[in-house]
C-alpha cells in the first residue's frame, strides 16, 4: 500500500519544470554586488583601501558566478533537467533582462537628448557646451562602429553554423567575435586616453562616459559570455537542437551592436 502510494506521488509531480535544489549562490552574488558597489564608492571617494576593496570585491563575485554558472551547466548538459518548457523560459528569462537593459540605456539617453535639444544657460546655452572640443566620429568611433557591426556579421554565421551542425564554422564564428569584442575594448580605451575631456568637464562630459562607459562593460561582459560559449562548444555541449546557453549570448551582442549604432548616430554625429 505504501509503494502505491508513492508511485502515485511520484507520477503526481510528473511535469516539465525544473525545480532546483537549494541554493547559496543568489544570497552571496547579491552580497558581493553590494560588496562591489561599496567598493566602487571607496574608490571614487579615493580611500586608501578603495581599489582593494573594488578589486577584491569583484574577484569574489566572479568566483561566486563561475560556481553558480558551472551548477546551471551541470543541470543542463549532465543531469537532462532542461526541457523543452525549461529552455523556453530561459529564453523569455533572458529576453526580459535585454528589455531591462533596454531600459537601462534609454535613461541616458533621455538624459543626453534633455540636455542637448535644450541647453541650460549654465553651460552657454549651446550644445555641446563651450570651450568643450568633441571627438573625431570619422576617426575611432567609425573604426569602432565597423569592428562592432563586423562582429555582428560573425556571430550571425556562428549561429548558422551551429543550427546546420558544422562544428567547425560555429569555432570559426566564435573566435572571430571575441577578437572583435577585444578589439573594440582596447579601442575605446584608446579613444578615452585621446580625448581632450572627462568626466566632471560639464554634463556633456558625464553623460558621454557614463554612456559610452557602460556601454564598453556591456562589450566586455559578452565577450567573455561568448568565450565561455566557446569553451562549452569544444566540450560539445551545444547540439543543433539544443543551445540555449549560446542564443542566449547571440541575443546579448546583438542587444550591444544596436545599442552602439544609436550611441554612434546620436552622441558622436548628431550631438557633436
Partial sequence: MQSFRNINL?????????????????????????SVALGFISY???????????????CVLSFILFRWFADIITEA???GHHTFKVQQNILLGMLLFITSEIMFFFAFFWAFFHFSLSP???IGGVWPPKG????????????????LLSSGVTITYAHRAIVFGDFRKTALGLIFTILYGIVFTFLQKWEYDSATFSINDSVYGSIFYMTTGFHGVHVFIGTLFLFICLIRHFYHHFFKNHHVGFLCAVWYWHFVDIVWIFLFLCVYIWGA
Avoid: K
Fill in 44 to 58: 571614487f571617494h579615493y580611500l586608501t583601501t578603495g581599489l582593494f576593496n573594488l578589486v577584491s570585491s569583484i
Fill in 132 to 147: 568643450l572640443h568633441t571627438l573625431d566620429f570619422g576617426a575611432l568611433p567609425l573604426l569602432n562602429t565597423v569592428i
Fill in 120 to 122: 541650460s544657460i549654465w
Fill in 77 to 79: 548538459t549532465y543531469e
Fill in 10 to 34: 511520484l507520477r503526481s509531480e510528473q511535469h516539465p519544470f525544473h525545480l532546483v535544489d537549494p541554493s547559496p549562490w543568489p544570497l552571496l552574488t547579491s552580497l558581493s554586488l553590494f
